[in-house]
Each structure stands twice: as C-alpha cells, then as structure tokens.
C-alpha cells in the first residue's frame, strides 16, 4: 500500500461508519425500516455495565497473581479472534458489519480516544518489560485522537504497524514526469514515493496476555478474580520475515476496557438469540487459557525453568494450588 501515514490517517477517519450505521453492537440497520432479522438487538449494545463489588483491603485474607496466555489458535477461542478485519486496494479499513473481533474493538476505540494504551516495555531501558504495571501511557491530547493529534498518531503507529524500506527509485521513473526538486544549495534532489504502510491486522494476533488477581474475600466469604490488563500478542519477524518469537503490542488496562467490551457482540455458536458481550466473555470466562507466569521471589515465567509438557504441567499445579485453597476453606 503506497500511501503516507497521514493520508492512512485521513483515510481511516470515516470506514467504520461507512460500513456500519452506528458504531456500538454493531447492530446491522441497513436503511431506516429495515431490520436484519426478526427484531433489533437491542440489550447489548444499550445495557449498563454491572460493577464489580467493592472489596475492603482488611476483607482480603489471601490473594494471588498470575498471568495467562489466551491462544487463538484454541476452537474455544475463535470468538475473540473472529471476524477478520481487512484493508481494501483503495486502503480502507472493512470489518464485518454484524460482529468484530476483539482486536477490531480494541483498536477502533485505541484510535478514536476511548482507551488509553500503555507501552509493553520501558521506553528508556527495552531490556525492561515491565509494561503490565501500567507505567508508560501512551495517549494523546485531551480531547483529541489518532486523527487529530499527529503527535499521538506518530507515536501510536509504532504500535499499530509498520513502515517499509524507503523506495530506492524515484517517481520519476513510475510516471516519467520530472519529480525532482532543487535545494537551497542549488543540489537537484529526487523525489521518492511513500514507504509501504502495514497495520497489525486480526489475523496477525496469535495470543492474549492477560493479568489477573485472585483473592478470597471473607466478607462475602468467595474466591473470587479480577483481570487487571490484557495484551494482544503478535509475532515478531526480522527483515526476512522470519519469525524470532513474540512480542506483546501494547498493555490495556482492563477494568477501563470493560465499559467499551460490554456493548459489543460475541459469537454464540449453539444459540443465535443469546448473544453475550466480551464483557460477559470474560466475566463467566468463556475462554481456554493457560498460567505463564506466578507472582514470584525471582519474578520469572515458568518457560524460565519449565520446557514443553512440564511447562503445562507446571501451569496445572499452579491453577490446582488455587483450588485447592478454596476447598480447603471450608474444610475444618
């Protein structure tokens, strides 16, 4: 795709609307007295969301942190991977009409202000990837976005995509028009076109990293958890292509993400009319996961000293030992 970033800007501003009536559900209306189906969905895209219950500090009398990793390769969790979103030769970005994957949801709100991003790594020392604790936002002027602060839209785009190698043949040679400009020294200078623009697309994310808190509440006298943040995984590539490993994208903060998930539509394979939200989702965890990482001495991730299938084994004993604390609660 031969266009600059500011034009990429300027062309995405209007492509969701564009492609949807309104932008919460989304709810497919194609014209005013037509509806696709037998009535218009209404419960999701309008429902408040139900807050979490206050919990007192003194009320905690046990807690543990952990971090899971989502796989959308999982049949479980195609539901946050599906549909694609895609762009067009004309470079617009299209997404399904009736229901987006998360990464659409997120990014979409990520452009337009709704959600603020953090870095995944220290912007002063990369060997740091302490990003999961929320300490180096990335947003953009008040009352501002993507496509009104070029600031923020420089900085974010390093997050969202890519540019290309800058092309080595000037314009003059696609077009044969004279592209070339005379500096202030006098020096004939070429004119190059515009470095390839990739953007991080739903198919690209393979994982999501989510943080999370259990903890027994004895004033309501539950095992209960709260997922802290979640961070969308892609894979990282050399100049090649070739892959070197993974790289988290950015960290969003998750009770903050709950008040956009819950007006969004999530597949329900079983039942057409009961359609939850992402918010629900993750609520009944309707996803398969498993532990990478515990709240520990070191504050290393269990592929630190577990490989393969005792890595998973590894994983199991962690999630059991919480369990485990939780039946042996009520036994005296």
Request: aromatic share 16%.
């Amino acid at each position: 795709m031969k266009k600059a970033l500011t034009i990429v800007a300027i062309s995405l501003s209007g492509i969701v609307v564009a492609q949807c009536t309104i932008n919460v559900g989304p709810v497919n209306v194609p014209r005013a007295g037509v509806i696709d189906g037998i009535y218009l969905p209404e419960n999701i895209p309008t429902k408040r969301l139900i807050p979490y219950e206050y919990v007192r500090e003194a009320d905690v009398v046990w807690s543990k942190r952990v971090w899971r990793v989502i796989d959308m390769r999982e049949k479980i969790n195609h539901p946050l991977y599906l549909p694609f979103d895609y762009y067009d030769p004309q470079n617009n970005w299209i997404s399904n009409c009736t229901r987006w994957s998360l990464w659409t949801i997120l990014k979409y709100n990520v452009l337009h202000g709704s959600l603020d991003m953090f870095s995944p790594d220290n912007p002063y020392d990369y060997s740091m990837l302490d990003g999961d604790q929320f300490k180096y936002p990335i947003v953009p002027e008040e009352g501002k976005n993507y496509y009104t602060d070029s600031a923020f839209r420089q900085k974010a785009f390093q997050y969202l995509g890519k540019l290309g190698p800058q092309p080595t043949i000037p314009l003059s040679t696609y077009d044969g028009i004279d592209s070339t400009i005379i500096n202030s020294e006098g020096i004939v200078e070429y004119v190059y076109p515009d470095r390839d623009t990739t953007w991080i697309m739903s198919k690209d994310i393979v994982q999501y990293r989510i943080k999370e808190d259990w903890f027994f509440d004895k004033e309501r006298s539950v095992m209960d958890v709260r997922i802290l943040g979640i961070a969308p995984v892609i894979y990282q590539t050399d100049a090649n292509n070739q892959i070197l490993g993974l790289r988290e994208v950015f960290w969003l903060y998750f009770p903050h993400c709950r008040y956009v998930l819950n007006n969004y539509f999530v597949y329900n394979e079983r039942n057409d009319a009961q359609w939850m939200s992402f918010d629900d989702l993750f609520w009944k965890r309707k996803f398969n996961s498993i532990v990478y990482k515990e709240s520990n001495v070191f504050d290393r991730n269990i592929e630190s000293y577990r490989t393969g299938v005792d890595a998973l084994m590894e994983s199991e004993k962690i999630t059991e030992e919480m369990r485990t604390f939780e039946s042996d609660v009520w036994n005296f």
